[in-house]
């Protein structure tokens, strides 16, 4: 059974920044691609970004490329969340998710695994 746990969230005024951290248990992070999704009050999950087993193809949303970076420390199993230049649209709980394969290329992977959410707040 692997757990995933994000932290770093908070609250943020316009235009900072945030690095979120998701530390996974289980011997597979190695091997597995990671995402992060995002979820506001009365809206659909969003897909922000994928990274494969070895950080080396990274895949982005429109409407966080250029802002925010995903990155991972295999040695840590963690997966990372860059953000910055944040808008107040960014506001929402963030989750990350390890993938069934060891790549990805966007959101119709297969997720297998879900943390628990970290909240963002960005204030105007």
């Known amino acids: 059974q692997v757990q995933l746990v994000e932290s770093g969230g908070g609250l943020v005024q316009a235009g900072g920044s945030l690095r979120l951290s998701c530390a996974a248990s289980?011997?597979?992070?190695?091997?597995?691609?990671m995402g992060w999704f995002r979820q506001a009050p009365g809206k659909e999950r969003e897909f922000l970004a994928s990274i494969n087993w070895n950080g080396g193809t990274t895949y982005y949303a429109d409407s966080v490329k250029g802002r925010f970076t995903i990155s991972r420390d295999n040695a840590k199993n963690t997966v990372y969340l860059q953000m910055n230049s944040l808008k107040p649209e960014d506001t929402a709980a963030y989750y990350c998710?390890?993938?069934?394969?060891?790549?990805?290329?966007?959101?119709?992977?297969?997720?297998?695994?879900w943390g628990q959410g970290t909240q963002v707040t960005v204030s105007s």
């Open positions: 289980g011997r597979t992070f190695s091997f597995k691609a």
């Open positions: 998710a390890q993938g069934r394969g060891n790549s990805c290329s966007g959101p119709g992977c297969l997720w297998d695994y």
